[in-house]
């Protein structure tokens, strides 16, 4: 699939879940589980899966003090449960999101002080959607993902919910002192990282939020700097939705495995990996075609800004052939390379777009 990446065909040999369900049942290479104390829809209202339909225990309710996230009081508990509770935020995209929105603030002239305001904003909200995405996994991660906090009981699900909370609750007030349009776009944004997490994600519009969610970054980082829109900086958008498509993609290649074997029903499970990964290169393409046609129009090619833009398209570039194929884990950093490359290139492009007066 143009980085020479392959991946196991469904069907051969047994799953390794199928080895710790309880009252499984193998037939030919399919692991059928039955309906038991009525489970037909998982708990969150998401489309039912292999694993989804497997009894769980009630979240609230665990057996062991581990799994209740009880800690022995040593410092080692309490750093782990620490480290457990970074972990279920999603640190990288989070910390990302920050970064870009403080600079595009900066880069439109905005003040550093709200700079770093709705920079922190944009972490805690991209926090409280981590948070929710861990805990509808729950019972998918229990078998796919044990090691994950929630799964492992190294967070308990009262902390993570209270973290979800107050994450949501800091961002929306930091936002609000921007004014009512900012506060708008935070909430859009909320909603669409929600929608992915409790009812898109594991399906094939799972990459609709992100689609949606992308663009809307910029959007609320330039309106919280105090500028208005134009023509050019509807051109960016655009391109972020692009992106977003793509980088949808590239996570849902990352994970294919672990979807296929929960009978997940994945945009990149419905086309398959390689079909994916074509129509992600081809969404890259014109988002660099677009960045670049768009400043040479404006003509602001200005050194300095130019090598952010071409550089992260070329980072870009790397990840798209990493996230081609290989393991998950390369897979996933490619992804993650994407994710920067698109960040250093919209900043780029902005500054261009800046430097020569078009926006």
């Not at 143009?2 to 065909?9: F, H, L, Q, S, T």
Request: proline share 6%.
């Amino acid at each position: 699939m143009g980085a020479g990446g392959r991946y196991p065909k469904p069907g051969r040999g047994r799953s390794r879940a199928a080895d710790r369900v309880p009252g499984r049942e193998l037939r030919g290479s399919r692991l059928r589980v039955g309906r038991a104390a009525g489970v037909g829809r998982s708990q969150v209202g998401r489309p039912e899966s292999r694993i989804d339909t497997l009894p769980q225990p009630p979240f609230a309710a665990h057996d062991s003090a581990h799994e209740r996230g009880v800690t022995d009081g040593s410092p080692e508990s309490f750093a782990g449960g620490g480290v457990g509770l970074l972990r279920l935020v999603h640190p990288f995209p989070s910390a990302l999101d920050g970064i870009v929105t403080g600079a595009i603030v900066l880069l439109a002239g905005g003040p550093p002080v709200a700079a770093l305001r709705l920079a922190l904003a944009m972490v805690l909200l991209q926090f409280a959607i981590g948070a929710l995405n861990d805990i509808v996994d729950l019972p998918i991660d229990r078998l796919a993902k044990p090691a994950k906090p929630l799964a492992s009981g190294s967070v308990e699900l009262r902390a993570a919910r209270a973290t979800l909370g107050l994450c949501l609750t800091a961002g929306l007030v930091l936002s609000a002192i921007s004014g009512p349009g900012v506060l708008a776009v935070a909430v859009v944004g909320v909603l669409a990282g929600f929608a992915y997490d409790l009812r898109l994600k594991g399906t094939a519009l799972s990459w609709l939020p992100w689609a949606a969610g992308i663009p809307l970054l910029p959007l609320y980082a330039w309106l919280g700097a105090g500028r208005g829109l134009s023509g050019f900086f509807l051109a960016l958008l655009v391109m972020a939705a692009f992106a977003g498509t793509a980088l949808a993609l590239a996570n849902g290649i990352a994970d294919f495995e672990r979807d296929r074997m929960s009978g997940v029903r994945s945009i990149v499970v419905v086309l398959g990996p390689t079909a994916a990964w074509r129509i992600e290169a081809g969404l890259h393409l014109i988002v660099g075609v677009l960045a670049t046609g768009t400043a040479v129009v404006a003509g602001g090619l200005a050194w300095g800004p130019a090598v952010l833009l071409f550089g992260g398209l070329g980072l870009l570039g790397v990840g798209l052939v990493l996230g081609g194929g290989g393991s998950p884990g390369r897979r996933e950093r490619g992804w993650e390379l994407q994710a920067v490359g698109a960040s250093c290139a919209a900043a780029g492009w902005l500054a261009i777009m800046i430097a020569s007066g078009a926006l």
